[in-house]
């Protein structure tokens, strides 16, 4: 068994991320029975003495045969009738599956808006950490009732990355309607699967924008290939498996593709400044001040900024960027947008002395060496 199997296996803390497609039927609605297999895996690992938080899409899904839809629709406002009535199908089913094991569900409703908040990001952390202390299975899903982008174009993989770093989790199971990542379409008969990735390189070339067979849910193995590798490089494993498979994979995870960390575990605080906050500007650094900051760790002072883009105000976060646009790192910034033209490449002899300090503090900034 790998290193990273062997972690994932023996995770204290484990998030699981399971897809609409695995849970409902191809005409919309649950599926009891692959629900229920779910529930088994869980509760076996439970039972073994390990935590886990269970990501689970399926809302909108399970709400189209109760409202008489054919397929899944397009326009925003049936999308969140369908997740009204699909929230609560999917909630009160998992309550009574994990209720044969006398285990207690949580459901945790949750937008975009809850993790780039900075306020709102920590109020999640404490409320699924007291759910697990009090021995609860957190369930958590999109609140697709009131989201908007995340709707049209989001899905649950990079919110289970989000969740996994959240709660501190040992491991991340992405289960999927495919038994792991290939080098081509798995449908192809050439079509080979990738057992380990140990870094980037091992996944360059990969083809993952083929579209999925069902139809039922957003995500991709696009999206689950983004989110294995932002947890990876947050120093935490990876398993992506198929969610027929699920009992294995939270087993001895002997199944699917393992993905090694590839990168430090990060503080809460630097977590959320470099995957969850939104950023509001960019400011473009000349390549000396990029060597200070991505390399050296050293802060953003004006006469390194070679541009400015966007409105922001002090205290926002912003990307930082060389000068060909490629983001190099993200930070706080402490002046508002209009400040900062005037000040664009003068070194702190030149500045006023109420500018003088700098323009990103290195306590306030995060360096992005896999983001390309």
């Known amino acids: 068994m790998s290193e990273t199997r062997h972690a994932v296996a023996g995770a204290r803390c484990i998030v699981v991320k399971v897809g609409s497609s695995s849970l409902t039927t191809a005409a919309g ?30 809302a909108i899904a399970a709400g189209l045969a109760p409202l008489g839809l054919r397929r899944r629709p397009r326009d925003l406002a049936s999308q969140q009738a369908a997740a009204s009535v699909g ?16 285990l207690t569900v949580g459901q945790v409703l949750l937008t975009a808006d809850d993790v780039a908040r900075r306020a709102h990001y920590r109020n999640a952390q404490r409320t699924l950490s007291r759910l697990l202390s009090l021995g609860v299975v957190p369930v958590v899903n999109e609140n697709d009732t009131v989201a908007t ?3 049209r174009f989001g899905d649950n993989d990079r919110l289970a990355a989000l969740v996994a770093h959240l709660v501190r989790a040992d491991g991340l199971i992405l289960l999927s309607d495919v038994d792991g990542l290939y080098d081509g379409d798995p449908r192809g008969r050439d079509a080979r699967r990738i057992a380990e990735v140990a870094n980037d390189v091992d996944v360059d070339g990969v083809n993952v924008h083929s579209p999925g067979a069902s139809g039922i849910g957003t995500g991709g193995m696009a999206s689950k290939l983004a989110a294995a590798r932002l947890a990876a490089s947050a120093g935490i494993p990876v398993l992506l498996a198929g969610a027929a ?21 990060l503080s809460a605080r630097r977590f959320w400044l470099a995957h969850a906050a939104d950023a509001t500007g960019r400011l473009r650094l000349d390549d000396g001040a990029v060597a200070a900051v991505a390399r050296d760790r050293r802060s953003l002072l004006a006469a390194g900024i070679a541009g400015v883009d966007g409105i922001f105000d002090a205290g926002d ?5 060389d000068l060909t646009g490629r983001v190099v790192a993200r930070g706080v910034v402490a ?23 700098e323009v990103v503090h290195a306590d306030d900034l995060v360096p992005l060496p896999y983001r390309r």
């Open 87 to 102: 929230q609560l199908a999917l909630a009160h089913a998992y309550a009574a599956s994990f209720a044969r094991y006398d």
């Open 317 to 321: 976060v912003v990307e930082l960027t």
């Open 245 to 265: 498979d699920a009992a294995r994979a939270l087993g001895t995870a002997e199944v699917g593709t393992a993905f090694a960390v590839t990168g430090a575990r």
């Open 29 to 58: 609605g649950l599926d009891g029975g692959r629900l229920d297999r779910l529930v088994d895996a869980v509760a076996s690992r439970r039972g073994s003495g390990g935590q886990v938080v269970l990501v689970s899409s399926g």
């Open 149 to 151: 982008d995340e709707i």
């Open 335 to 357: 002046y508002d947008a209009a400040e900062l033209p005037d000040m664009i490449g003068r070194s702190s002899q030149q500045l006023a002395p109420e500018r003088r300090r």
